[in-house]
């Protein structure tokens, strides 16, 4: 424990590494929002458009939860800039203009569908 | 330990020197942004060509929810066991970090005997590969995923074997912080292959 140098910066993230609390959280949000969209399909219980945004939002939602809870990616070193954060933003950035433009393209093409 | 050193001056942080260990974690922070830009080409095939069976099955057809659902939540909790070995690790903890990436293996092993199930019963009733552009965007994008596990299992093995020869210092450390966010990407990455090719796809 000593000789862990995240251990330092208490007023920084209290638990740089997470602690065992913020595992049990972010596992149990996890749970929940997988359920979610697992019984709205499974039982039929919306239409399909409404159907797809519960899907997307839970999803997008335990990406989230993830990101905060197992992966932390609001740890940093000291002052420096969040280099993992701004790396992120930008895949998701390349990840959506690949997907919507795919889409967008191959719905008007003819081909696609 | 230099790097505790270092970090022990709050606030005079010397911009020209990083610590190699978080050095080498955010490559592969790095790594694992390309690794989502592949998966993101991936899944914009798979949704714009879902639709294309060929005249073979849709994916309402095929997919059986169970096993699906088996493998999410299996593994959703080898994501949180990969979480606690951690947690073991920065206490110093060596034979509960060593058991807990057990459980993670073991949990990752179940889950790819259950994927290679899946795929094995596709193809044995000719659903295979080149059935259509559905199946074989499907299985193109499940199957990476799978590779990455797979990989991951691999991976984690040579790792528990050096843990139980070498004990936890800082090389292992750095390594266990690394597999664990690989592992906890590929839970996230498997939260919309659930979503985009399972949910929407029996919906």
Known sequence: MANHSNHSHGHDEAHAHGSLKSYIIGFILSIILTIIPLVVVMNHMMDPIPTIFVIMITAILQFVVQLFFFMHVRERQGNQPRWNVMALIFGLAIVLVVVSGSIWIMTYNGVGY | ?203
Do not use: C
């Not at chain 2, 659903?127 to 990476?144: E, I, K, N, P």
């Open chain 2, 1 to 203: 330990m230099a790097q505790a050193v270092s970090q022990n001056d709050h606030g005079h942080h010397d911009h020209g020197h990083h610590d190699p260990q978080e050095l080498k974690m955010l490559g592969f922070w790095i790594f694992l942004i390309t690794d989502v830009i592949l998966f993101g080409t991936l899944f914009a095939t798979y949704v714009v060509l879902h639709h294309n069976t060929a005249g073979g099955p849709s994916g309402a057809d095929i997919f059986e929810m169970p096993g699906v659902i088996a493998e999410t939540f299996i593994l959703l909790t080898s994501s949180f066991t990969s979480g606690l070995a951690v947690l073991a690790m920065n206490k110093g903890k060596v034979k509960q970090l060593i058991g807990w990436l057990v459980v993670t293996w073991i949990l990752g092993a179940a889950f790819i005997y259950l994927e290679v199930d899946e795929f094995a019963k596709l193809i044995h009733e000719g659903h295979g590969f080149s059935g259509s552009a559905f199946l074989s965007s499907f299985f193109t994008l499940v199957g990476t995923h799978g590779l990455h596990v797979s990989m991951g299992l691999g991976w984690m093995l040579l790792l528990i074997i050096q843990l139980s020869r070498r004990g936890i210092n800082d090389v292992t450390r750095g390594k266990i912080n690394v597999i664990s966010l690989y592992w906890h990407f590929l839970d996230a990455v498997w939260i919309f292959l659930l979503s985009v090719v399972y949910l929407m796809g029996v919906m």
